[in-house]
């Protein structure tokens, strides 16, 4: 029987999101030997036979929380719910192969809005090559709720985990970061002036690439696909979804290592560092915090670095340090501050 316990209550925004994820799972136990990671890395990885092994992820998008239908395109929406999860599977440096898919739906939504959404979805598994093979619909009285659960395969000898990072190990991270945060500063901007005007239109012509981020943003498939082809097994690796201080910041504490990440070694794509200056923001910070950028991150050895070294969709950024040395941000003027993680937190104070 469950106890019932009268204990003092404790605020959920006072651990915040992966505090409470830690805070609710520290004590549970693996009983199966099929279980090879559990709780605590971007997928679970489950061995199914000697040489594959299938890994697990899942991810729940709230309506208000996690995504404003003022200006997110349901197909849109349904896409970005399926890269969220997939984006997850290619950070264990696997292949995805499997989703499903479950969506509680109030009655303000007719069939013909969850058919776009659906769009959305079935787009996504088309393009990415992954089969829709299950899921649930049920009534919700507070909006849109999806949650997605996406399967793959990896073979067991190039899974990547956040745990393996030594130090001396090279920093690299896929593409460019922070454009999705500007593009949904840009689209919130648009969405006040249309309150003040609803006669207004929207100015989107300067942000294509910000606003693409923001609402279809595209999980790094090809990222596994060209490790593999360059004969590189990454030593650790997290998918860029919370800023990247946060998930620099996971990488250091599951490998138990320190890091120096250069300022002048983030890539940034000209638009971001533009409207930067437009809305009077420092791109640095953008980047580290900013959050749904859905690169990879991941570590290398040093012997590697000739393999990536003038690959034009990898960067590296830093370099692991010894744990006592802390986690460090080297900015431009050669100066070392502690990393923090200001990312995204979907648990907090209102």
């Given at each position: 029987m469950f106890e019932n316990k009268n204990t003092a209550k404790t605020s959920i925004s006072e651990l915040g999101e992966f505090g409470l994820i830690d805070h609710l799972t520290s004590?549970?136990?693996?009983?199966?030997?099929?279980?090879?990671?559990?709780?605590?890395?971007?997928a679970a990885v489950l061995?199914?036979?000697?040489?594959?092994?299938?890994?697990v992820t899942t991810d729940l998008l709230v309506e208000g929380v996690h995504f404003d239908l003022s200006y997110m395109p349901l197909k849109h929406l349904g896409y970005k719910a399926v890269m969220v999860n997939l984006s997850d599977v290619y950070a264990m440096n696997a292949v995805a192969t499997h989703i499903t898919v479950s969506i509680a739906v109030s009655n303000r939504f007719p069939v013909e809005?969850?058919?776009?959404?659906?769009?959305?979805?079935?787009?996504?598994?088309?393009?990415?090559?992954?089969?829709?093979?299950?899921?649930?619909?049920?009534?919700s009285t507070s909006g849109l709720l999806i949650s997605i659960t996406a399967i793959g395969e990896v073979l067991e000898k190039k899974v990547a985990y956040r745990s393996g990072a030594k130090e001396n190990d090279l920093l690299v991270v896929t593409g460019d970061l922070g454009a999705?945060?500007?593009?949904?500063?840009?689209?919130?901007?648009?969405?006040?002036?249309?309150?003040?005007?609803?006669?207004?239109?929207?100015?989107?012509?300067?942000?294509?690439?910000?606003?693409?981020?923001q609402l279809k943003p595209e999980a790094r498939?090809?990222?596994?696909?060209?490790?593999?082809?360059?004969?590189?097994?990454?030593?650790?690796?997290?998918?860029?979804?919370?800023?990247?201080?946060?998930?620099?910041?996971?990488?250091?504490?599951?490998?138990?290592?320190?890091?120096?990440?250069?300022?002048?070694?983030?890539?940034?794509?000209p638009q971001v560092i533009s409207t930067c200056e437009e809305f009077?923001?420092?791109?640095?910070?953008?980047?580290?915090?900013?959050g749904e950028d859905y690169e990879l991150l991941f570590t290398i050895s040093n012997e590697d670095f000739p393999k990536i070294k003038a690959n034009p969709h990898l960067t590296v950024i830093?370099?692991?340090?010894?744990?006592?040395?802390?986690?460090?941000?080297?900015?431009r003027a050669n100066t070392k501050i502690p990393l923090i993680a200001r990312g995204w937190n979907s648990i907090k104070e209102e």
């Open positions: 004590n549970i136990k693996i009983e199966r030997t099929s279980t090879i990671k559990g709780i605590g890395d971007d061995k199914m036979d000697e040489q594959m092994q299938t890994v809005a969850l058919e776009e959404l659906y769009d959305g979805i079935k787009t996504a598994a088309h393009v990415y090559k992954v089969d829709v093979i299950g899921g649930d619909t049920t009534s999705a945060y500007l593009g949904l500063q840009v689209l919130e901007r648009e969405k006040q002036v249309f309150k003040a005007n609803p006669n207004a239109q929207p100015e989107l012509e300067n942000y294509t690439y910000l606003v693409e981020r498939k090809d990222i596994p696909a060209l490790l593999n082809e360059l004969d590189v097994i990454p030593t650790a690796m997290i998918d860029v979804s919370d800023g990247l201080s946060s998930e620099v910041i996971h990488l250091c504490k599951s490998s138990t290592v320190g890091c120096n990440l250069y300022e002048d070694k983030i890539p940034l794509d009077n923001l420092d791109s640095t910070t953008i980047a580290l915090s900013g830093g370099h692991m340090t010894n744990n006592s040395e802390g986690i460090h941000l080297i900015t």
